[in-house]
């Protein structure tokens, strides 16, 4: 009986071992399965930043261009800003800045760019000399103005009567918009004849009006300005300068003439 217990006791102990064993075999499943759940996780989110990252990728202007178009959402090309209509209360604008220091909507950039690249092929080297204005800046320009008339021997009121028949007031500029620009000759290669007389005839295929024509001034309110022009599209441009109507009469917004 007595030699009965040590085998016991063996088995007792091979038992424990095997428990042991059993133990460190489950421990480390247990390790393996939370260091896979880890893993698997952790590959989760690089799929959710790299899906991301796509779709930054996606609203490059091309692309962007596309599922606006799809949504019917381009609407930003048309915005009307004259005297009636002021820029939207909280418009945001992203621009680009420019070499010279000027600034214009990041969205009709590459349209301008391409346009002034196409123009020094041509031999015409255009300038932009004012683009995207704060309402500051139209401020600004409106004070300067308004203060060059009373130097000119003008009343406060008369000079501002004056200079707001000349400059838009503030919120109500289309270079608030970041959507215009004056563009004017290098000064050196062209003169603004050269330049005036390609933009009149080439701009509207890069999507560009000339926002104040000669014969609009009554319907646009503003005198005829051969450097001001204006991102719409390719379409709408084709469709004005075909026309041969201003953007008040495109959009159905132009004022009845006052007789
Ligand atoms: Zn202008």
Redesign the pocket.
Known sequence: MESQSPPRRRRKNRKSAAGRIITTLFCFAVFLFCFCLASMLRNRQNDVSDSNSLSVQASSPQESKLSLEKEGEDDWKLILVNQDHPLPDGYVVHTVLLSNGEQVDERMYPALQDMFDEMRENGVYPVVA?GYRTTQMQQQILDDKIQEFESQGLSYEEAKSSAEEWVALPGYS??ESGL?V?INADGIHSTGEEVYSWLSENADQYGFIQRYPEDKTEITGIAY?PW?YRYVGEKAAAEIKKQGICLEEYLGEAKEQEN
Do not use: K, L, M, R
């Open positions: 004012s289309e270079h215009a004056d300005e001001h």
